[in-house]
């Protein structure tokens, strides 16, 4: 027998065990009440235990002595605990009550390496705890903290955060590992075990997985349409938060089948009764199919379904009843082959007006037509392509060069000599400025005049007598040009745009003699676009990379006044490159650079030095061309980019069309053209501009 005394505030409490009953009374309480000091036991190993604002430490010295636990106490741990029991309980469940009175003051325990931690509750976290074994070996006391990873499934670790946080003790964490999609919880083993079966119970295959529903008779593509029209306010939940409202009905054409998903499983019943109702046969042989395509061309695809059909047709028709290719489809069957036959074939023909398609043939092979419509009838993408054009010109020139003569002889009888040095046109050369001085070239011209000279035998035409001219002259022109034509069409589709003028280019004449009366001459003229031409094929890859067939043009008017013709200046591009979706690409250039030095001199005179300035004439020029023909494509997949770029040209010319406005003056405004700006237009709408007639 063992006894065990423990100071309780002013009272001694005593617990007593022993190997056939154990029990624990207050002796000074109980005799002052009445009560019997002595609890008899039910049974072996028994306990009753009566703790009435016992300090914790002498509580934690009984329980290890009953229990055969080591505890180590943090130094935070202090208080007292009470424990009534009114019957005796089994040894083994001491420590269970401990802990359950350790908990409520704010204590854990936690078990490590033999020994049983007591800690506050907010710090048992960061300590390993004893971890659960297998089934035949004992579970940890439910009050014990924990960290236990629960892996999901199906749900989501994140979105069950919030709805498991508000059951775990606030001192204890819980967290999310989306990269596994498992949880971390920190808590209790007792409420461990109760949130893993609600994770179990929560961690549950949706609803909403969708089913696959094959069809025998029916087209799965017909099929799929008419449930979506029966069910399009289903349709409308879609972006709902709610995933019984979701409803989506798709189509696997190579399996003929029907894929429908719902939150709902009676609205997924509905759609099965549907569609074993329209799965059917039908009676006749051939039927008539209308198809209305979306947005490929009736008569073309028209002719690539001929063409798939008569080429299935062919091989299954026996070459003693139809040859090769013998009936076409859309041809009248032969005599051998009447309408409703088995072997009849089919009739796909194109409606132009409506942009449908008729088709009459056995449902099995419609099926198969229809599901190869269904994949050509689909939104072809767009290519927006920009052409950046820049040519850049840099042109110096620089002249000088001294001209004189003596014109003092003419006139006279005797001693009528003349002479002098003569460069350049007329309107830089001194005899052209003797005659009309009014004419003088560009540039900086000095002279020497010497009254007028009559000129003999010329009728007595008087001109200034200029002895000496001396004449300089420097340009430098720059140019700066970036052109940027741009194109919208549609993948594999050739566009073109030409801005410029249309140029007239004589190309023959016809004129009559003098004694001809009746023919009128005339000349016969070949008109061509003179200015910049942009013309394109584009081909989308399945990457996103863009083949273009490229053909760009520049060309302008260099001298309208040659006899021979209008000369015109040409530059041309023709190339097939691979781009990416909006890559700027060089396609093609010109960098040149010439240099030209000229002297005009008098032989022999115009070598002497610093004199032979006087007898020549100095010109250099020099060119330099930088042209670059950039390309940059845009692929437009839907009718949201292409919404956002075109809006984006249209503000920018909105833009420039307000700052071309005439500024106020004493004129009268008569106002100036002007795009309408965008409105905004109902939600769920692009902006689109208000067409308006302009004032």
Do not use: C
């Not at 879609?238 to 029907?258: E, H, W």
């Not at 409703?340 to 398609?357: F, K, L, W």
């Not at 503000?651 to 004129?667: C, H, N």
Request: hydrophobic share 40%; aromatic share 6%; charged share 20%.
């Amino acid at each position: 027998m063992k006894r065990y005394w423990l100071r309780t505030g002013f009272l001694w409490l005593a617990v007593v065990v022993s190997g056939a009953q154990a029990w624990a009374a207050d002796t000074a309480s109980a005799e002052r009440s009445g009560v019997s000091a002595a609890a008899r036991p039910a049974g072996p190993d028994m306990v009753t235990l009566n703790f009435v604002n016992a300090d914790i430490e002498g509580v934690v010295k009984a329980v290890s002595e009953i229990t055969g636990k080591n505890f180590v106490l943090d130094p935070r741990v202090k208080g007292t605990i009470n424990i009534v029991s009114a019957k005796p309980m089994s040894r083994a469940l001491v420590y269970d009550v401990f802990l359950s009175a350790m908990r409520l003051q704010g204590f854990a325990a936690v078990e490590e390496r033999g020994r049983v931690a007591i800690l506050p509750e907010i710090d048992a976290k960061l300590y390993q705890s004893v971890t659960p074994g297998p089934k035949d070996r004992q579970r940890p006391a439910g009050d014990t903290v924990q960290t236990q990873v629960f892996k999901l499934q199906h749900e989501s670790a994140l979105q069950l955060v919030p709805v498991l946080r508000p059951l775990i003790a606030s001192n204890n964490t819980i967290n999310a590992y989306a990269n596994n999609n498992t949880l971390v919880i920190t808590d209790y083993a007792s409420n461990l075990a109760r949130i893993e079966k609600i994770i179990e119970s929560i961690d549950q295959p949706g609803g909403s997985d969708p089913i696959m529903i094959p069809l025998r008779y029916a087209s799965a593509v017909d099929v799929a349409q008419t449930i979506n029209r029966l069910f399009a306010e289903s349709a409308q939940n879609q972006a709902s938060p709610d995933q019984s409202l979701r409803f989506a009905v798709s189509v696997d054409a190579r399996s003929n089948s029907i894929l429908a998903r719902s939150g709902e499983p009676s609205r997924l019943s509905r759609v099965r009764q549907l569609v074993a109702m329209l799965d059917t046969p039908t009676s006749a042989a051939g039927n008539i199919h209308v198809v209305y395509l979306k947005n490929a061309e009736a008569v073309k695809l028209a002719e690539i379904l001929r063409a798939i059909y008569s080429g299935e047709s062919a091989l299954a028709q026996p070459r003693t009843t139809q040859p090769l290719g013998a009936s076409p489809l859309g041809q009248t069957p032969t005599p051998a082959q009447a309408p409703g036959s088995a072997s009849a074939p089919g009739i796909i023909q194109a409606d132009a007006a409506t942009n449908s398609i008729i088709i009459t043939a056995p449902d099995a092979i419609y099926n198969n037509l229809r599901a190869a419509l269904e994949k050509l009838d689909v939104r072809r993408a767009q290519v927006y392509v920009e052409a950046l054009i820049a040519e850049l010109t840099a042109d110096k020139a620089a002249e000088f060069g001294i001209q004189w003569q003596d014109l003092a002889g003419l006139g006279k009888t005797t001693g009528q000599a003349f002479g002098g040095t003569n460069f350049g046109t007329a309107a830089q050369n001194i005899i052209g400025l003797s005659g009309n001085p009014i004419a003088a070239g560009r540039g900086l011209n000095i002279g020497v005049v010497k009254g007028t000279i009559t000129l003999p035998g010329v009728g007595g035409a008087q001109i200034l007598n200029l002895g000496l001219l001396v004449r300089a002259l420097e340009t430098d022109a720059n140019a700066n040009i970036l052109s940027t034509p741009t194109l919208l069409t549609l993948d594999n589709e050739e566009a073109k745009i030409v801005i410029g003028q249309n140029v007239p280019f004589i190309t023959g004449s016809y004129a009559v003699s003098a004694a001809a009366t009746t023919p009128t001459p005339f000349q016969t003229v070949d008109r061509k676009d003179v200015g910049l031409t942009l013309r394109i094929r584009p081909q989308i890859s399945e990457g996103g990379a863009v083949r273009l067939q490229i053909y760009q043009e520049v060309s302008s008017i260099q001298d309208s006044t040659n006899a021979s013709g209008v000369i015109t200046n040409k530059r041309a591009v023709e190339s097939t490159v691979l781009v990416d979706d909006g890559q700027i690409v060089v396609i093609g250039g010109l960098i040149q650079d010439s240099v030209k030095d000229g002297v005009e001199k008098i032989p022999g005179l115009g070598d002497i030095p610093l004199i032979g300035g006087l007898f020549k004439y100095n010109t250099r020029s020099r060119s330099k061309t930088n042209l670059m023909v950039f390309l940059r494509p845009t692929l437009l997949r839907s009718a949201e980019r292409a919404d956002s770029l075109s809006n984006d040209r249209y503000d920018y010319i909105l833009g420039e069309q307000l700052k071309a406005r005439p500024a106020p003056s004493v004129l009268p405004d008569f106002g100036a053209p002007s795009l309408p700006p965008r409105q905004s237009a109902a939600p769920g709408a692009t902006d689109k501009p208000a067409i308006v007639a302009p004032k």
